[in-house]
């Protein structure tokens, strides 16, 4: 590999991450090490690791690295957990997750971002997360329940399957508000109900589906 990318991909993690509060040191080697230029258009490598999300064609973007690191790292997890990723997009997010628990599964509406993210998988050599094409604000039920549930498309409510699917002390970290802007939120699941925890502002597209924003 490339010494540049290399070089790029350590810059990225020490400025847009460590110096930005990311503190979490698996989330740091994770990011350290996914090669984030195989989940981008071949037209955009170069722009790989810059400080931002990067359009992957269809109307779909792969999110900025520091809003992944945030997000993996309010999940908070130790290697064994079974985790679901709703929103597949590139890939990247999913394979992140890989490298940080037990267990990925990844659901996507779109077929043709579902073909592109099992390519980019492979190469990156992520072959055994399971990706899947469907409705993701429906989770997988058959999978559940999930230690962890990263979504990353918003949503105005918690979707109610979701947080079904959440084994309990599970943490499920979405993008909550309107379709113009949202607040990253941490849902525990406890035997009192959910805890919610606020965490920074962010902007993603919507989560479309049955409980998103319906299919327009
Ligand atoms: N995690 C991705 C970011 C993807 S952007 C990455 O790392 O690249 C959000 C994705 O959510 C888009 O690909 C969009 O098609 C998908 N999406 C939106 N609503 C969905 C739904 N109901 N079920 C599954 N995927 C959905």
Do not use: N
Request: aromatic share 6%; charged share 25%.
């Amino acid at each position: 590999m490339a010494s540049e990318t290399l070089a790029a991909r350590g810059r990225m993690v020490e400025r847009q991450l460590r110096r930005r509060g990311v503190s979490d040191e698996r989330v740091l080697a994770a990011m350290g090490k996914v090669p984030r230029e195989l989940f981008v258009p071949p037209s955009a490598r170069e722009l790989a690791y810059e400080d931002g999300a990067l359009p992957i064609g269809y109307g779909q973007t792969i999110s900025q690295p520091y809003i992944v690191g945030v997000i993996c790292s309010l999940l908070s997890l130790g290697g064994s957990e079974s985790v679901l990723d709703v929103g597949t997009g590139s890939g990247y997010q999913a394979a992140v997750l890989a490298e940080l628990a037990a267990e990925v599964t990844t659901i996507e509406r779109m077929p043709e971002l579902v073909e592109k993210a099992q390519d980019a998988l492979a190469e990156a050599g992520y072959d055994d997360v399971d990706v899947r094409l469907g409705d993701g604000s429906l989770g997988v039920p058959e999978k559940a329940p999930f230690d962890g549930i990263a979504v990353a498309a918003a949503a105005p409510t918690v979707p109610e399957h979701l947080y079904g699917q959440l084994a309990e002390g599970g943490r499920l970290v979405l993008p909550k508000g309107s379709r113009w802007g949202q607040d990253l939120v941490l849902v525990v699941k406890t035997g009192e109900g959910p805890v919610e925890r606020r965490s920074v502002p962010c902007r993603f597209v919507p989560l479309l589906g049955e409980e998103g924003f319906g299919d327009g």
